[in-house]
């Protein structure tokens, strides 16, 4: 455990923990989009930038990214981590201006005019949420970044359908501007973004189509054996 | 090939070329490097081979193709040695000129170097304006030595270093040395070479990786390309030399694969290493073992950035990661790793064979040796130039450069590449050394230098820049990704005539929110072209927005093309050339422009030998 300051006061934390962790466990609140605490820290959106001093030296810096070492001091409020924060936020909200998770971080934040505009929002803020989710929650590892700058986007690999979909929908649930769409039609699962329809297996009781037999055997392939054999066959209102 | 188990075979090696090569024998050379190669140097030397032969001088003229020598502007470029000729703009058809003069001990006039303002005609390569005001020292070997010829780089005394250092050197000799010799990374940042070789040897890890940066993006800059190319064992003797001193077993050369001749000539140089025994297991009978592997990188420029460079080479995309352990410590695979630019490594090899004395002779306070840089734009004399560090901009431009062309005047000089800034007229005589620039808003970066001249719109010159970082931003940070987009934005309606009151305002805070929150050094210099023409030239700013003005006359959605009528003639040249057939009028009597349909080319400009077309 280490030493840190946050706003002047003392917390304990665990060596190499991310600041913004460290902050959200001692309930300072600390704007963030890109961050998930199951998931590795990004340091795209860099809404969470603080204030961080270590020794000498003073930085500006993203709090998830950040390690909690010995006696550094965070400081959460001054009035160019505000200032920043603020402009970072006017830089993100033409992407996605009617998702209403953006619109309130947007008022938080004192943001009452939209200085940008963009043509053709997609919605999606890059925060990667999506893709590290398929990645080091699902392992499925189906999408991933494509392109540069601001040309850069969430894709299928080369466009076409994401044939390691399995269909689980943790990238519909973890993105934070709801871009990402997923549509049960009779037993049909579609995820247009990905390109990707996959077959969904009926509930033996019930006859609701409820998993992408695809994740089904996703599970199998990597072992992870269900507690019965027959667990698949019912849905999880009929267990 | 043959393996050199010890120092001394290297030695006999040596001295058994040097035997072998009568030095009175005449040695004509062509330069093969990428600037010369697009002005068909290839078919000049495939000509001097056949002319060679059919005069049957095989025997007693050696040809050799070479790397760049520098003066790009004046290739295809031909050098004859001892007398060091120097021939320029050289055509295949005058390949039997050139070996009747050699034959009869004269020169060939019309190819010599004529000053474009003196008029004053040069023979030795070395009297020309534009080498005799450099120091060539890293460069210089390029002219010499054939790069698929690791002979040639014996011949120069190649290796010298390497075994100095492991007969004389322990390996804290040699990092003590190179700190001795306050060698500064040469990729843009400065950092004392000396004190990262320190860091990454005391790194408790015991697998240690050397690394050269070779991801050389800036535009117009081709400086570590030259060198590879051109003389890629400097490169490798000095990656050694490093990791002799790191304690590293392993290196890697990153290296972009739109360099296909570098990758080339530095993929024959590393097997040719290997099979003298200068690479692999127990070099020349030392006990140290180092191999060394090329990545090709796949084009992006970020890819230069250290941390994203570490991704790319461990086969990640290559896109900056947090940094809180510095990669010296936690680098590749998490291992320390030391990484330095081309020509960092190639300046090693001096210090070692010449002492941190000598080399500290060179350059200025804090900022010692020689850099190179690519001189491109508004002058006359384009090319790579070395000079040592802290001479005054104005004798690179004006002295080694020639000048700005056609009289015009000069207006700044941008260095550092996109992320560097640009430097007006009254700064010209700061000496150029990685701290005065910084404190002029510009930075030495690995090089680049632009030269603008009045005909140069600030405003434009910061869109074109503010282009290619929003394209080659990764994209990861929202303040780079979108701060440049936004920025390149406002430059635009600024030179489209659709600036508005607070336009300046509004640039100046993204510049500052992408400096202040991104993550590597792209971003927090991404600003730097927006921030230095808004430091200099903030009037050219306030014409294009306040009076939908261009001073310099660029911006074409800002000027107008008209007919002095008093002027012209009514000859028809302009009518016939205009593209947009713009231009009417009844022949020999003054010609009309119709404003709407004329696209501002400036064809009916160049063209027009009376003065008549005026742009306002």
């Given amino acids: ?28 609140e600390i704007p963030h989009l890109c961050y998930h605490e199951n998931l590795s820290s990004y340091g795209g959106c860099r809404l969470c930038l603080v204030e961080i001093t270590r020794g000498q030296r003073t930085t500006l810096t993203t709090s998830c990214t950040y390690p909690c070492l010995e006696g550094i001091v965070v400081r959460t409020d001054t009035p160019e981590v505000l200032k920043a924060r603020r402009l970072v936020m006017e830089l993100l909200l033409p992407l996605a201006p009617e998702a209403p998770q953006i619109q309130a971080l947007a008022r938080e934040m004192g943001i009452s005019e939209q200085r940008f505009t963009e043509e053709e929002a997609d919605n999606c803020i890059r925060c990667g949420l999506c893709t590290r989710a398929c990645t080091e929650m699902v392992g499925a590892q189906a999408i991933t ?47 247009p973004k990905w390109k990707r329809t996959l077959e969904l297996k009926k509930c033996t009781k019930c006859g609701w189509p409820y998993i992408p037999f695809a994740q089904i055997e996703f599970a199998r392939q990597r072992g992870q054996e269900p507690p019965a054999a027959d667990w698949f066959d019912l849905c999880p209102n009929c267990r | 090939m043959f393996r050199l188990n010890s120092v001394g075979e290297l030695e006999k090696l040596r001295a058994e070329i040097s035997e072998k090569r009568d030095t009175g024998k005449p040695c004509i050379t062509t330069c093969l490097g990428t600037g010369c190669h697009a002005y068909a140097s290839y078919d000049v030397y495939d000509a001097l081979a056949e002319e060679i032969d059919a005069r049957g001088l095989k025997e007693k003229i050696e040809l050799r193709g070479t790397g760049c020598h520098g003066f790009c502007e004046q ?14 703009r050289v055509q295949p058809e005058d390949a039997a000129d050139i070996l009747a003069a050699l034959m009869e001990d004269k020169v060939v006039d019309r190819l010599l170097y004529e000053d474009p303002v003196s008029g004053q005609k040069y023979e030795r390569e070395d009297e020309i304006p534009f080498y005799k005001n450099q120091n060539r020292l890293i460069l210089g070997q390029n002219r010499l030595i054939d790069p698929q010829n690791i002979e040639d780089y014996f011949a120069q005394g190649g290796y010298k270093a390497l075994a100095k250092a492991l007969t004389d050197m322990t390996p804290e000799d040699v990092l003590a040395e190179v700190k001795k010799a306050n ?53 490798l003797e000095g990656l050694i030399l490093g990791a002799y001193a790191i304690g590293a077993a392993e290196g890697f050369v990153y290296v972009r694969q739109e360099y296909p001749l570098a990758v080339d000539n530095l993929s024959r140089a590393v097997e040719q290493a290997q099979g003298y025994g200068l690479l692999g297991d127990n070099i020349l009978g030392s006990g140290f073992n180092f191999r060394v592997r090329i990545k090709r990188g796949a084009g992006a420029f970020v890819s230069g950035e250290s941390s994203a460079l570490v991704s790319a080479i461990e086969g990640q995309v290559g896109e900056p990661r947090p940094k809180h352990i510095n990669t010296a410590i936690s680098g590749l695979w998490g291992k320390p790793t030391n990484l330095n630019n081309v020509e960092t490594w190639a300046n090693v090899p001096f210090i070692i064979e010449r002492g941190a004395d000598w080399f500290n002779g060179i350059g200025n306070e804090g900022n010692k040796g020689t850099k190179i840089f690519s001189l491109v734009g508004k002058v006359n004399n384009t090319g790579l130039v070395e000079v040592p560090m802290g001479i005054p901009l104005r ?35 700061t000496p150029v050394d990685f701290d005065r620039l910084q404190e002029l808003g510009s930075m030495m970066g690995s090089g680049g230098m632009i030269v603008m001249d009045e005909n140069n719109c600030m405003v434009d010159v910061a869109k074109y820049f503010m ?87 660029v911006c074409k959605a800002l000027i107008r093309y008209t007919i002095d009528p008093e002027k012209c003639d009514g000859c028809g040249r302009c009518q016939r050339n205009c593209p947009e057939e713009a231009i009417s009028g009844e022949l020999k009597s003054p010609l009309v422009i119709d404003t709407d349909r004329c696209s501002r080319c400036g064809i009916c400009l160049e063209v027009c030998r009376r003065d008549a077309v005026v742009v306002e």
């Avoid at chain 2, 701060?483 to 509004?506: F, N, P, Q, S, V």
């Fill in chain 2, 75 to 88: 290739g295809p470029i031909v050098v004859i040695f001892p007398s060091e000729i120097c021939y320029c």
């Fill in chain 1, 145 to 191: 970044f494509s392109g540069r700058g601001y040309r850069r986007a969430v894709e299928s690999p080369f466009g076409e359908e994401a044939v390691d979909c399995i269909g689980c929908g943790t990238c519909v649930y973890i993105c934070p501007t709801g871009c990402i769409e997923m549509l049960d039609r009779g037993t049909q699962r579609t995820l």
């Fill in chain 2, 467 to 553: 282009n290619f970082l929003k394209d080659e931003s990764c994209g990861k940070c929202t303040s780079c990704r979108e701060g440049t987009k936004r920025m390149y934005e406002i430059l635009e309606a600024i030179t489209k005539g659709e600036g508005r009151a607070g336009d300046i305002e509004l640039l100046e805070e993204l510049a500052w929110v992408t400096e202040k929150t991104s993550l590597c050094a792209l971003g927090q210099t991404a600003a730097n072209p927006v921030l230095s023409t808004l430091r200099y030239f903030r009037e050219e700013y306030e014409a294009h927005i306040n009076e939908k003005r261009c001073p310099a006359k």
């Fill in chain 2, 395 to 429: 004798k690179i431009i004006e002295d080694i450069g020639g000048g700005i062309p056609q009289g015009k005047k000069f207006k700044a000089v941008q260095t550092g590449g996109p992320s560097g800034g640009c430097i007006p007229e009254q700064h010209l005589d």
């Fill in chain 1, 1 to 28: 455990m280490v030493n840190i300051t946050i706003d002047g006061q003392q917390f304990q934390a665990a060596e190499g923990q991310n600041v913004l962790q460290a902050a959200l466990d001692n309930g300072i």
């Fill in chain 2, 183 to 235: 060698l500064r990374g040469r990729g843009g940042g400065g950092f004392p070479a000396g004190v990262k070789w320190e860091t990454t040897r005391q790194a408790p890890e015991k697998e240690k990786y050397v690394v050269v940066n070779a991801d050389e993006g800036d535009p117009g800059a081709y400086m570590d390309r030259s060198l590879l190319e051109g003389n890629p064992h400097l490169v």
